[in-house]
């Protein structure tokens, strides 16, 4: 039997699975659906969840070591990494990742200030020109450290990213700023929100796909 490790409900209309990048289930469900059909959902989707599962402890086991040669994601591509004799700053990328011997002992630390300084800039720019382009009217966009969401909306019009976004390919990106940009419009996932979306990004679903699929890579 499949372990729920965190149950949620709130007002949606829809069943939820989210397989979180430890492995743990967590499921969104709405308030009053019987745990009876909770359990019968997840049970049709077991295989699914075992996969999911298998391919996220895996990843948690390959630990990063920071060692020459290893690679890191930025907008979608493997970047190597050397070590290289003291410099300032502490990390760059011309081409190659070049990390200070002496910066190693905290390179993830320095890796992710990195990653934030690269999100802040790129998905500014993005939420910017889409913002522009179609009329959307965005109060503010922050960059945050959340491991399994990407982006998210409030009715404040703020719109949020995690910096880890900047390591997935440019239309992925594009993907999530448009989503969030489109929740301004229709806080829901109704036929209405994905028409909009797609109004925009005719091709959004593989886009969706790619990060269902390969979301799981995007951490140090």
Request: one cysteine or more; proline letters at 4%.
């Amino acid at each position: 039997m499949i372990q729920i490790d965190k149950l949620v409900r709130s007002k949606r209309k829809t069943l939820s699975l989210i397989v979180e990048t430890d492995g743990t289930l967590t499921v969104r469900a709405p308030l009053r659906m019987k745990e009876a059909d909770i359990r019968g959902f997840i049970e049709a989707k077991s295989g699914w969840i075992k996969r999911k599962q298998t391919k996220a402890r895996e990843v948690a086991v390959a630990s990063r070591r920071y060692a020459d040669g290893e690679t890191f994601l930025y907008l979608g591509r493997e970047v190597p990494l050397r070590l290289v004799p003291e410099r300032i700053p502490a990390l760059v990328m011309d081409g190659e990742f070049k990390l200070t011997k002496s910066a190693h002992p905290r390179a993830e630390s320095v890796f992710e200030a990195w990653y934030k300084k690269q999100a802040r800039s790129v998905l500014t720019e993005r939420v910017d020109f889409y913002s522009r382009k179609y009329g959307f009217d965005v109060e503010k966009a922050r960059i945050s450290s959340a491991r399994t969401r990407w982006g998210s909306c409030s009715a404040k019009k703020t719109l949020s990213f995690t910096w880890r976004l900047v390591m997935a390919p440019p239309q992925v990106i594009d993907y999530v700023v448009v989503h969030e940009l489109c929740h301004l419009r229709e806080l829901n996932h109704s036929p209405s929100f994905w028409a909009q979306v797609e109004a925009i990004l005719p091709d959004y679903k593989s886009h969706r796909k790619w990060l269902k699929h390969n979301g799981v890579k995007l951490q140090l």
